[in-house]
């Protein structure tokens, strides 16, 4: 089993409309969570920083199931510009520095 | 300059070359990364220096070779690379010891002939 699973997609999403997708996470000692944002051949960038049981900011809601293992992102009202990869990243921090498991990605696509 | 640089952008080497890649941070940070992301893969880490020691090497081929001189700067130096390492390489910076996120370079897009 791959440490951090998501759906690679497409999801294909009208303009204006909502649009969730899971990210799975296998070590159950995982810390924080994030979710980044990626372009085509362009660095992540940070979207998201997920702590407790989630968080909001503006169009976009992350919620984190510590019992279950997952991590959802949810985008209302999406806009052409959403459309990107969204890597689902889980932390496991110690003192010697932050380790960062990346999933491979969720492939968003808005479309007018 | 802010954030996370890295030099050069787009590199193109033989297998017998010899390059190094370059990265730069004016976060204040105290730990920086290696990752290898490849076509259709998830990122991979590759190096990790926390307070200038490397303390993290995910069983990466010794053709690779990293080097941090001080707490703003990560190398990583290149011989005799493989087709298959043609790939995007990222570097990042974070706080040791912190929860928080790490941010990245614009990466180095290598390309091996």
Redesign the interface.
């Known amino acids: 089993r791959k440490e951090v699973e998501q759906d690679p997609g497409p999801f294909n999403v009208p303009e204006g409309a909502t649009v969730a997708f899971n990210c799975t996470y296998s070590n159950s000692a995982s810390q924080s969570f994030f979710w980044y944002r990626q372009d085509c051949r362009k660095e992540p960038k940070l979207l998201m920083s997920v702590y407790s049981s989630g968080n909001e900011d503006g169009r976009f809601t992350a919620q984190l199931n510590r019992a279950s293992q997952y991590i959802s992102l949810l985008i209302r009202d999406s806009k052409l510009s959403d459309s990107a990869t969204y890597l689902c990243v889980v932390n496991e921090w110690k003192a010697a520095g932050n380790k960062l498991t990346f999933g491979g990605g969720t492939r968003v696509l808005v479309k007018p | 300059e802010t954030g996370v640089t890295q030099t050069p952008r787009h590199l193109v080497m033989g297998m017998t070359n010899k390059k190094s890649l370059k990265c730069e941070q004016h976060l204040g940070h105290n730990?920086m990364?290696w990752y290898k992301q490849s076509a259709k893969?998830?990122?991979e880490?590759m190096f990790?220096?926390?307070l200038e020691e490397r303390?993290?090497n995910n069983s990466v081929p010794s053709r690779f070779s990293p080097e941090c001189p001080n707490s703003s700067h990560l190398f990583l130096h290149l011989h005799t690379l493989q087709p298959e390492d043609s790939a995007?390489y990222?570097c990042a910076s974070?706080q040791?010891?912190?929860?928080?996120?790490?941010?990245?370079?614009?990466?180095t897009?290598l390309t091996v002939t």
């Open positions: 730990a990364y893969k998830p990122l880490l990790v220096y926390s303390v993290e995007l990222l974070s040791a010891g912190s929860p928080y996120e790490q941010y990245f370079g614009p990466g897009r």
